[in-house]
């Protein structure tokens, strides 16, 4: 029995898909369009009373957070290789990096994307967290390759879909080394094998 991902359309679930791509995994995918809104269709509250993407079903357990699945996956199916050791400050490091994602940096650049969608003015306390959380990022990948140095590991995968949002915004625009990252990411071969089965991870139109 293999694990099954359900993809919605221009959504994180291209994370899930990347990191089965690189282990070699067999996955069975299920992809769900969007509705005229931009949200999730019904039949997702049906697997998960989140209705949200991704979400994996793996021998009786359905689980849904797209941290919480790639950790499932790395554990369980890449033999953890796409973490740094448990118990090390790496790790711990790591984990900043990616819970971070979603946390301390989505908010400011999901409110870039819908004010952009919607051609508002984006709140003045918004632009001010996403200066400070894009400098930050940037100073970082002027020293490195990756989140954690010079190889992938799940953090850069998390990261992924937030900057293929603020690309598409020009919020990118003025860190040069963020975007330098962000075109090397989107190289990754595995990556561009999941894009070409769950499509873009951003509508080409806003």
């Not at 996956?73 to 790790?91: I, K, L, M, S, W």
């Not at 100073?139 to 799940?154: K, P």
Request: proline residues 5%.
């Amino acid at each position: 029995m293999m694990i099954v991902v359900h993809s919605l359309a221009y959504s994180r679930a291209v994370r899930v898909v990347w990191l089965l791509e690189e282990i070699g995994t067999p996955y069975d995918l299920r992809t769900y369009d969007r509705t005229e809104a931009y949200r999730a269709p019904e039949t997702l509250k049906a697997l998960h009373p989140l209705g949200k993407s991704p979400v994996i079903e793996d021998d009786g357990l359905v689980l849904a957070e797209s941290s919480a699945v790639l950790r499932y996956v790395n554990e369980h199916y890449a033999g953890g290789r796409f973490a740094p050791e448990p118990g090390t400050q790496d790790h711990a490091r790591h984990d900043e990096w990616l819970d971070g994602a979603e946390g301390s940096f989505a908010r400011s650049i999901i409110a870039s994307f819908w004010a952009a969608r919607s051609g508002a003015e984006m709140e003045a306390r918004m632009r001010d967290e996403l200066a400070r959380n894009m400098a930050y990022l940037n100073a970082v990948l002027s020293e490195r390759r990756y989140l954690m140095g010079d190889g992938l590991t799940l953090a850069d995968i998390q990261f992924a879909y937030l900057l293929a949002m603020a690309e598409k915004t020009g919020a990118l625009a003025p860190y040069a080394d963020v975007l330098t990252y962000w075109h090397r990411l989107s190289r990754e071969p595995a990556l561009r094998r999941a894009l070409a089965k769950t499509g873009p991870m951003m509508p080409e139109r806003l």
